[in-house]
């Protein structure tokens, strides 16, 4: 059965740091490109980074270029999104997705396998 399940949400302050897990199970991980989005009510579902098989980052949304970062552990199949200087345009439901493809996309429904999201607020 496969499963992708965020972890790591929650409440936080203006300015502080969280650390976003994606765990995945069912699928080869390895073979998979991740990527992680975010939706914030009342707006569409925005593709935020991306991280290849082979490692290589890709930054779709400008706003968290610089305060977000994207690994992945091969060996625990799991992605790691960790979030620094967070403001209050990040609050919202994030999600994150595996697409089989050596190459990553910027769209939702490009994914073979989605998550069902963690959420983060931010407090000023």
């Known amino acids: 059965q496969v499963q992708l399940v965020e972890s790591g949400g929650g409440s936080v302050q203006s300015g502080d740091s969280l650390r976003l897990s994606c765990s995945a199970s069912g699928f080869t991980f390895e073979h998979y490109a991740i990527g992680w989005f975010r939706q914030a009510p009342g707006k569409e579902r925005e593709g935020l980074v991306c991280?290849?098989?082979?490692?290589?980052?890709?930054v779709y949304d400008a706003s968290v270029k610089g305060r977000f970062t994207l690994s992945r552990d091969n060996a625990k199949n799991m992605a790691s999104l960790q979030m620094s200087s967070l403001n209050s345009d990040d609050p919202a439901k994030y999600y994150c997705a595996a697409r089989h493809s050596l190459v990553c996309n910027s769209n939702w429904d490009a994914y073979d396998f989605r998550g069902q999201g963690t959420q983060v607020t931010v407090s000023s």
């Open positions: 991280i290849t098989t082979s490692n290589k980052e890709l």
